[in-house]
């Protein structure tokens, strides 16, 4: 399979510009794809002006041409599935078929409140992840499907036109539980993504959601592995170094789950998580404009993955 690498657009305390240059770049560079983060304060503090996810995606599928679109990952707590899975088939259609769905049961507490909505403990958030999952896919491939859970419903809903990409669009579920979360993802996800913090567990989170495969009777071979990372790529070992300690400083121990070093070093450290079963990376690039550090990583890293 072949490796897929995306990269995160500039969203907190960017403007539009910022977020429409990075857009056409990364394209132009030869990633797969480009993703926004849905949350509706920024991170890590709820006063930080962020883009809303849904909204600026479509804004950036206007502009671009290849390149496939996707959140990571939406909380289902935030929008009725119903109006995501119809939300979901129109930029689908605008894009033709470029849109992938990352969703999960959320975790910040005060931007659920402050919006008013409510925020049900995690077994709950959970249940809700899998009756989404469940209505998200019946849109798109019933003509008009019913459904009745504990959390959400539908009745004898049309969703037209429908999605371009077939089956559907692919859903992406990320998170790291290991008893639930990666028993729904082996259920419903077409992609598991793993969080940035869970880099090092790679290995083993994927030996877990492939017994969830088996017990299911699930192929674990029809569910891509991502990884979320960050990379602090520097043209040399004196600029990686430098870079290094900025990111450091800033981020303090959460710089160890990332990828960083020279344009060989990204690559070593790429092909290791390759070999624990990772075939698509959603990379942060570590710096204020994102696009030079995308511009070396695409000059000296890709290279060593496209055939």
């Known amino acids: 399979m072949a490796i897929h690498f995306g990269a995160t657009l500039p969203q907190i305390k960017r403007t539009w510009a910022e977020t429409r240059a990075a857009s056409l770049e990364f394209e132009a560079l030869g990633f797969d794809s480009v993703w926004l983060n849905d949350h509706l304060y920024g991170i890590p503090a709820p006063h930080l002006p962020i883009f809303e996810a849904w909204t600026t995606l479509t804004a950036v599928g206007a502009i671009t041409s290849r390149v496939q679109l996707g959140t990571l990952v939406s909380p289902v707590g935030f929008r009725n599935p119903a109006m995501l899975a119809k939300m979901v088939a129109t930029l689908d259609n605008i894009t033709n078929g470029r849109v992938i769905v990352g969703i999960g049961s959320g975790w910040f507490e005060g931007e659920f409140r402050g919006h008013?909505?409510?925020?049900?403990?995690?077994?709950?958030?959970?249940?809700?992840?899998?009756?989404?999952?469940?209505?998200?896919?019946?849109?798109?491939?019933?003509?008009?499907?019913?459904?009745?859970?504990?959390?959400?419903?539908?009745?004898?809903?049309?969703?037209?036109?429908?999605?371009?990409?077939?089956?559907?669009?692919?859903?992406?579920?990320?998170?790291?539980?290991?008893?639930?979360?990666?028993?729904?993802?082996?259920?419903?996800?077409?992609?598991?993504?793993?969080?940035?913090v869970n880099q090092p567990e790679l290995r083993h989170k994927v030996e877990v959601l492939h017994q969830h495969c088996n017990a299911l009777g699930r192929d674990p071979n029809s569910i891509r592995i991502s990884q979320q990372t960050m990379v602090i790529i520097g043209k040399d070992a004196a600029d990686a170094e430098a870079k290094m300690q900025k990111a450091q400083a800033l981020y303090g121990g959460h710089l160890g789950q990332g990828i960083a070093g020279t344009p060989e070093e990204c690559v070593a450290k790429i092909r290791e998580l390759v070999a624990a079963g990772c075939t698509m990376f959603i990379i942060e690039f570590f710096g204020r404009d994102t696009r030079e550090p995308a511009r070396l990583f695409a000059e000296r890293v890709l290279p060593a993955f496209r055939s």
């Not at 409510?118 to 798109?140: C, G, H, N, S, Y």
């Not at 539908?154 to 077939?166: G, L, S, T």
Request: charged share 25%.
């Open 116 to 196: 008013g909505f409510d925020f049900p403990p995690m077994r709950v958030r959970l249940r809700q992840l899998d009756e989404a999952a469940t209505i998200l896919k019946r849109m798109w491939t019933e003509a008009q499907p019913t459904f009745t859970g504990s959390q959400f419903r539908i009745e004898d809903v049309y969703c037209e036109p429908k999605p371009v990409r077939q089956p559907h669009p692919p859903i992406l579920i990320g998170g790291s539980g290991e008893r639930v979360l990666l028993r729904l993802a082996a259920r419903h996800a077409d992609i598991w993504n793993n969080l940035a």
